[in-house]
T-cell receptor
């Protein structure tokens, strides 16, 4: 079962910030939050990940609440090429390995 | 550098046939994962390799599915007696290490259609 819940779809105007929310209320203390996106007919592309601190890289920023029960991915200036399905994932440690448990993601449409 | 590659990109087969799907991970990556993605769904974990051994195969749906990684690099996912319900995109991912900074990098997938 997915450990995250996301809205099924969102629209964002080109050039504006896209803020994608994710709830992970059952997350454990050592479980990381990862974000990927998937453009049609391609494999998922890594965006960013974090544990408890906010993170920023060249693609996006990740804001994690203090209780770690939710997070927000921010694309600061969305472009048409950012139209994709965005997955918020909790990386789960099990049987000595790590698994990604994907949900159904948020379909982001960037509008011209 | 080169990313994860998967072949074939598309495979059409008939019900009951045997298929093999290949994954070439990023050079030096010791961990390799297979996922299956049905239409409109997120990827579902199938199996994980650390080196040559399958460390976790709990996601394989039944005994018709099998995967190998004999030399710790290339992996092959094998499906026997294919069924129409096996139609999906099969994704492979690899990562450098299992430590807390592991990030999986995905290939483009193989689209399998069972007629």
């Amino acid at each position: 079962d997915a450990k995250t819940t996301q809205p099924p779809s969102m629209d964002c105007a080109e050039g504006r910030a896209a803020n994608l929310p994710c709830n992970h209320s059952t997350i454990s203390g050592n479980e990381y939050v990862y974000w990927y996106r998937q453009i049609h007919s391609q494999g998922p592309q890594y965006i960013i990940h974090g544990l408890k601190n906010n993170e920023t890289n060249e693609m996006a920023s990740l804001i994690i609440t203090e209780d770690r029960k939710s997070s927000t991915l921010i694309l600061p200036h969305a472009t048409l090429r950012d139209t994709a399905v965005y997955y918020c994932i909790v990386r789960v440690a099990t049987s000595g390995t790590y698994k990604y448990i994907f949900g159904t993601g948020t379909r982001l449409k960037v509008l011209a | 550098g080169a990313g994860v590659s998967q072949t074939p990109s598309n495979k059409v087969t008939e019900k009951g046939k045997y298929v093999e799907l290949r994954c070439d991970p990023i050079s030096g990556h010791t961990a390799l994962y297979w996922y299956r993605q049905s239409l409109g769904q997120g990827p579902e974990f199938l199996i994980y390799f650390q080196g040559t051994g399958a460390a976790d195969d709990s996601g394989l749906p039944n005994d018709r599915f099998f995967a190998v990684r004999p030399e710790g690099s290339v992996s092959t996912l094998k499906i026997q007696r294919t069924e129409r319900g096996d139609s999906a995109v099969y994704l492979c991912a690899s990562s450098l290490t299992r430590d807390n900074q592991e990030t999986q990098y995905f290939g483009p997938g193989t689209r399998l259609l069972v007629l």
